[in-house]
Structure formats: structure tokens, C-alpha cells
């Protein structure tokens, strides 16, 4: 099997280090990857923003980037959501391009939905001495339906203790373009997740979607709060009892 890495912008620019974990967890369930370089933004931000235009030339790159591959996979259920469910709603009218994106839809994973539907990963052989709660996110739980496999993964990791998160199917605020022209608003469903986060007793916040963590971690860092943030990725890659 091999799989073609959907790396993001945000982990691209922000947290290389997800994307080296997901390579890590893909070699150790023995599927090989690639990183086809044509790719680029998914043009979620032009799409919400109205600019359907410029959201159609970053899709149709994206279609081109990845047609060959055997199968797509994201760290980020935001991403996956725009290409499996919005690239069809923009060339609904242009048949040959929606075949395309149907094609690349029907091809293109989030990272927990891929390990655990498609490669049916029981044992991840995962160690973290930590207590943490999981985030999820809007996307991936309410576009994708990706809501159990985070859980049961890791639920494998060895070492953690994992805090059920209060109000956790609430929007962190970020939502993409939604944080910048309505930032009252977000920032105080921000602070409600902070509040819930932090009644947990948690030591480390994971997520799967890096909007939301990039969000949560700069507000955790104004805060002074001590609380990590973690992509579930780097921690099913972890094969140490370290500390995050």
C-alpha cells in the first residue's frame, strides 16, 4: 500500500513536526508514502471567504497534484472535509472536473479515520505518561463524522490517562476566517474551551485538527497556562514515556 501525505498549510508552516509523525506512523504500519510537491492550499480560506474563483485554481492543483495516488491522507479533518465534501460543490457545474474531485474524494482520509477503517490498527504500540483530553473538532466531527477512532486510538497509548472533555463537541472559535472578521466573538468561545480544558486537570490538550490547536495554544501561551497541545498524531508516534 501507498500513501500520498495531504501535508496542510498549517502544519507545513507551523508544525512540521505532525507531518514527520504521521510519515513515522505510516512506515511503522508498513505503508509506503509520498509527498507529491505539485501540492498546495486546499483553498478552504477562498471558499469560505466567498472567492470561489480563486478556491476552483487551488482545488484544480490539488486534483492535479494528487491523481495518481492510491490513497490521500491529512492530519487535519478540516482539510479532508474541503476536498471530500466542497471540491464536488464547486465543479458541479463543470462535469470533467467533477469527476475528478469525486475521484480524489473517494480517495482521501483524515489520519484516525485511515488507521482505523482502513488499516484496522489495533495496537500502535504507543507510550505517553501523561493525562490529557481530547478537542474535537468542528469539522471533523460534524463534516466528516470522525468522532470515535480519535478516542480509540488513543485509547492504545500506553501510560495515558485521558479526561473526559466538558461541553467537547463546542466550537474552539477558530472556524478559519470566522476568527479574524468575527474575533470578539471567537475569542470568547475561546475562553469558554480554555475554562473547560483547564477543569479537566489535564497536563496536555490533543486534537486532530491544527486550526483548533493553533488557536488553543496561543491563548494557553497569553494565559501563562502550562498546559502542551498535541497533535494526535505525535502522540500515537511516541514510542517513549517522556513528556510531551
Same mark, same amino acid.
Given at each position: 500500500m501507498k500513501v500520498s501525505l495531504l501535508i496542510t498549510c498549517l502544519s507545513d508552516v507551523f508544525f512540521p513536526q505532525v507531518g514527520k509523525s504521521v510519515v513515522d506512523l505510516m512506515n511503522r504500519c508498513g505503508v509506503e508514502v509520498d509527498f507529491p510537491e505539485g501540492q498546495t492550499c486546499c483553498g478552504q480560506p477562498a471558499y469560505n471567504s466567498g472567492f470561489q474563483k480563486d478556491a476552483k485554481k487551488a482545488a484544480k !492543483? *490539488?486534483? @492535479?497534484a494528487f491523481e495518481h495516488s492510491e490513497y490521500v491522507v491529512t492530519p487535519s479533518g478540516s482539510c479532508a /472535509? *474541503?476536498?471530500c465534501h466542497y471540491y464536488k460543490d464547486l465543479f458541479k457545474e463543470e462535469p470533467e472536473w467533477y469527476k475528478k474531485a469525486e475521484e480524489l474524494a473517494g480517495k482521501t482520509y483524515e489520519l484516525t479515520d485511515f488507521l482505523v477503517n482502513i488499516l484496522h490498527m489495533t495496537e500502535l504500540d504507543s507510550k505517553l505518561s501523561e493525562t490529557a483530553t481530547f478537542h474535537n473538532s468542528c469539522h471533523m466531527s460534524r463534516g466528516m463524522g470522525i468522532r470515535n477512532e480519535p478516542l480509540q486510538l488513543l485509547s492504545q497509548v500506553e501510560g495515558l490517562e485521558l479526561k473526559e472533555l466538558p461541553y467537547c463537541q463546542d466550537c474552539c472559535g477558530f472556524g478559519g476566517t470566522f476568527a479574524a472578521k468575527m474575533s470578539p466573538i471567537s475569542e470568547k468561545m475561546l475562553d469558554e474551551k480554555i475554562e473547560h480544558i483547564a477543569s479537566t486537570g489535564a497536563n496536555v490538550l490533543i486534537g486532530?485538527? &491544527? =486550526?483548533? &490547536?493553533l488557536n488553543i495554544q496561543g491563548r494557553l501561551r497569553k494565559? =501563562? /497556562? @502550562?498546559? !502542551?497541545?498535541?497533535?494526535i498524531a505525535e502522540v500515537l508516534a511516541r514510542r517513549e514515556r517522556s513528556e510531551c
Amino acid at each position: 500500500m501507498k500513501v500520498s501525505l495531504l501535508i496542510t498549510c498549517l502544519s507545513d508552516v507551523f508544525f512540521p513536526q505532525v507531518g514527520k509523525s504521521v510519515v513515522d506512523l505510516m512506515n511503522r504500519c508498513g505503508v509506503e508514502v509520498d509527498f507529491p510537491e505539485g501540492q498546495t492550499c486546499c483553498g478552504q480560506p477562498a471558499y469560505n471567504s466567498g472567492f470561489q474563483k480563486d478556491a476552483k485554481k487551488a482545488a484544480k !492543483q *490539488m486534483i @492535479k497534484a494528487f491523481e495518481h495516488s492510491e490513497y490521500v491522507v491529512t492530519p487535519s479533518g478540516s482539510c479532508a /472535509s *474541503m476536498v471530500c465534501h466542497y471540491y464536488k460543490d464547486l465543479f458541479k457545474e463543470e462535469p470533467e472536473w467533477y469527476k475528478k474531485a469525486e475521484e480524489l474524494a473517494g480517495k482521501t482520509y483524515e489520519l484516525t479515520d485511515f488507521l482505523v477503517n482502513i488499516l484496522h490498527m489495533t495496537e500502535l504500540d504507543s507510550k505517553l505518561s501523561e493525562t490529557a483530553t481530547f478537542h474535537n473538532s468542528c469539522h471533523m466531527s460534524r463534516g466528516m463524522g470522525i468522532r470515535n477512532e480519535p478516542l480509540q486510538l488513543l485509547s492504545q497509548v500506553e501510560g495515558l490517562e485521558l479526561k473526559e472533555l466538558p461541553y467537547c463537541q463546542d466550537c474552539c472559535g477558530f472556524g478559519g476566517t470566522f476568527a479574524a472578521k468575527m474575533s470578539p466573538i471567537s475569542e470568547k468561545m475561546l475562553d469558554e474551551k480554555i475554562e473547560h480544558i483547564a477543569s479537566t486537570g489535564a497536563n496536555v490538550l490533543i486534537g486532530a485538527d &491544527l =486550526g483548533c &490547536l493553533l488557536n488553543i495554544q496561543g491563548r494557553l501561551r497569553k494565559n =501563562g /497556562s @502550562k498546559i !502542551q497541545v498535541a497533535h494526535i498524531a505525535e502522540v500515537l508516534a511516541r514510542r517513549e514515556r517522556s513528556e510531551c
